[in-house]
């Protein structure tokens, strides 16, 4: 059955040979590996992709292939999984929504301790276990302003914990860009500067200076001219943002064609005390915060790029990440970098419109000073200026 995988593989585009491929077989044959789901996956990767550039394909093309298939292997947790199993949604009016209880950051956490050494069963429809498709603040799958969500997709992205462990990828800086617009517009913030060792020909200042010198050839050099505008990328990944990562990748690749002093780095949700460069190794190579502040000039332009789209006790609660304890809140951090940097703008996928309706967009544009854009062409454009300025 592998062949088929072979040249999905191949369809992908991935540069898999032959012996890779009679590797993989020769390992499986010597039972190199438990009949673990995750074992195979991570040995098909080691022994048919050599380059980690690829690695990404590889995920996509091994997910269609085998799709479905990892419901056949028994998962274990903490949690069975048998009791988030999903069998209704209910649909709640605005007025309901509003009646549903708010724990409050430190009472839902002691809540949620409480009834893993209680619950014994799934639950589901109900308000108060850890189930689906309720009210209850625990689960995945119903509705509560404030909850932690364990298990399936989320959907009304208001979740002040997640329960799972996520594996972003890195946004593709050689995405081929449909259209220049993005390229015309960052273009607005460049700078050049004549830098470094005279090695080019100074047309006009040689014309001058011979003339000056009764026509006897008198040659001038300057030097390169270069844009001089240092830019620093903070991206938003993972979760929410899955669903603007076409657009995203367009803007990563056009900065990254346009700005040659330009540094990025990854944050999910908002910036805390550290963030990284490669999402795959997101846990090893952490960069501290405060080296990114000491390391940059002041007058680096920052961008951050993001949703804004999450549980407002990620911003101002110490504690409130949804992956981990952070010692001080995200506003915390967003306004020491806003004040190291003092040209920064912040631009948002999502649109517009819908920005009056979720809490910690407002929030974050507030901490911006207001200084929040849409990515479209019109809000590139507005952003530059006032980088520019």
Same mark, same amino acid.
């Given at each position: 059955m592998?062949?088929?995988?072979?040249?999905?593989?191949r369809?992908?585009k991935?540069?898999?040979?032959i012996?890779?491929f009679l590797t993989?077989?020769?390992a499986?044959?010597k039972?190199?590996i438990?009949?673990?789901?995750?074992?195979?996956?991570?040995?098909?990767r080691?022994?048919?992709?050599?380059?980690?550039?690829?690695?990404?394909?590889f995920?996509r093309a091994f997910s269609l292939y085998?799709?479905?298939i990892q419901?056949a292997f028994e998962?274990?947790g903490?949690?069975?999984?048998?009791?988030?199993?999903?069998?209704?949604?209910r649909? =709640?009016?605005?007025e309901q #929504? +509003?009646?549903?209880e708010k724990y *409050? %950051?430190?009472?839902l956490?002691?809540?949620?301790?409480?009834l893993?050494?209680?619950?014994k069963?799934r639950?589901?429809?109900g308000s108060?276990?850890i189930?689906?498709?309720?009210t209850?603040?625990f689960?995945?799958?119903?509705?509560?302003?404030?909850?932690?969500?364990?298990g399936?997709?989320?959907?009304?992205?208001n979740?002040?914990?997640v329960?799972e462990?996520?594996n972003y990828?890195?946004?593709?800086?050689?995405r081929?860009i449909?259209?220049r617009n993005i390229?015309?517009?960052?273009?607005?913030?460049r700078?050049?500067?004549?830098l470094g060792?005279a090695?080019?020909?100074? =047309?006009?200042?040689t014309? #001058? +200076?011979t003339?000056s010198n009764a *026509? %006897?050839l008198?040659?001038?050099m300057?030097?390169?001219?270069k844009n001089?505008?240092?830019?620093?990328?903070?991206?938003?990944v993972?979760?929410?943002?899955?669903?603007?990562?076409?657009?995203t990748?367009?803007?990563?690749s056009?900065?990254?064609?346009?700005f040659?002093?330009?540094?990025f780095?990854?944050?999910?949700?908002?910036?805390?005390?550290?963030?990284?460069?490669?999402n795959r190794?997101?846990?090893a190579e952490?960069f501290?915060?405060?080296d990114?502040?000491?390391k940059?000039?002041?007058?680096t332009?920052?961008?951050?790029?993001g949703?804004?789209?999450?549980?407002p006790y990620e911003?101002?609660q110490?504690?409130?990440s949804?992956?981990y304890?952070?010692?001080e809140?995200g506003a915390?951090?967003?306004?020491?970098?806003?004040?190291t940097f003092p040209?920064?703008v912040?631009?948002?996928?999502?649109p517009a419109?819908v920005?009056?309706?979720r809490?910690?967009?407002?929030?974050?544009?507030q901490?911006?000073?207001?200084?929040?854009?849409?990515?479209?062409m019109?809000?590139?454009?507005?952003?530059?200026?006032?980088?520019?300025?």
């Open positions: 592998l062949i088929d995988f072979f040249y999905t593989l369809d992908a991935i540069p898999v040979t012996k890779e993989l077989l020769e499986l044959q039972q190199v438990d009949t673990s789901f995750d074992d195979f996956y991570y040995l098909a080691i022994t048919l992709v050599k380059d980690e550039a690829h690695f990404d394909k995920d085998f799709k479905g419901a998962q274990n903490t949690i069975p999984l048998d009791w988030l199993v999903q069998r209704m949604k649909e =709640l009016s605005e #929504r +509003a009646a549903l *409050g %950051y430190d009472k956490m002691d809540r949620l301790q409480e893993l050494k209680e619950q069963e639950h589901e429809g108060k276990w189930g689906t498709g309720g209850s603040p689960g995945h799958g119903g509705t509560n302003p404030e909850g932690i969500r364990i399936g997709k989320g959907g009304n992205r979740a002040v914990k329960w462990a996520r990828k890195d946004y593709d800086g050689e081929e449909g259209t390229k015309v517009a960052l273009r607005r913030l700078k050049f500067a004549r060792a090695e080019e020909l100074a =047309l006009d200042a014309i #001058r +200076a003339a *026509g %006897y008198d040659i001038k300057q030097p390169e001219r001089n505008i240092k830019v620093l990328m903070l991206f938003d993972g979760g929410t943002m899955d669903d603007h990562i076409e657009r990748e367009e803007l990563f056009a900065a990254r064609s346009e040659k002093n330009m540094e780095f990854y944050f999910h949700n908002c910036v805390y005390d550290y963030l990284w460069k490669n190794r997101r846990h952490r501290p915060a405060w990114i502040l000491r940059y000039p002041p007058d332009k920052l961008i951050f790029v949703d804004a789209t999450m549980s911003i101002l110490p504690g409130g949804v992956e304890n952070n010692q809140a915390v951090w967003l306004q020491r970098f806003t004040a040209k920064f912040w631009l948002n996928p999502e419109g920005w009056q309706y809490q910690s967009i407002s929030i974050i544009d901490l911006m000073n207001r200084r929040m854009f849409p990515l479209t019109d809000g590139l454009e507005r952003a530059m200026r006032t980088l520019s300025k």
